[in-house]
């Protein structure tokens, strides 16, 4: 069983950077194509960025590219999202999640995905 546990979030000013991380345990991450989605209260669950399982290929939302840097670290088995001049409307909770790489779909959607992590809280303050 593949289990994704993600940390970093917290409360930070408009303007401020976090950095959040995610540690897949169960199996290792090359394996896996993997995502970052976010969802604020009353809404739907977004994509943000994503990477293959080589690294060598990112994907980012409109709204978060240029901001945003998703990365992975196959040796710690771990996938971070470096997150800059936050802005109110980045407030959500943010999950990462796992594609295997047999499995159809995009990497951009949520439903593609097989792993999801409990997610981390992330608040911007204007």
């Known amino acids: 069983q593949v289990q994704l546990v993600e940390s970093g979030g917290g409360l930070v000013q408009a303007g401020g950077s976090l950095r959040l991380s995610c540690v897949v345990s169960g199996r290792t991450i090359r394996n896996y194509h993997m995502g970052w989605f976010r969802q604020a209260p009353g809404k739907e669950r977004l994509f943000v960025a994503a990477i293959s399982s080589s690294g060598h290929y990112t994907y980012y939302a409109d709204s978060v590219k240029d901001r945003f840097t998703i990365s992975r670290d196959s040796a710690k088995n771990t996938l971070s999202l470096q997150m800059n001049s936050l802005e109110p409307e980045d407030a959500a909770v943010y999950s990462c999640?796992?594609?295997?790489?047999?499995?159809?779909?995009?990497?951009?959607?949520?439903?593609?995905?097989?792993?999801w992590g409990q997610g981390t809280q992330v608040t911007v303050s204007s």
């Open positions: 999640a796992a594609k295997d790489l047999i499995r159809e779909g995009l990497i951009t959607d949520e439903y593609a995905y097989d792993f």
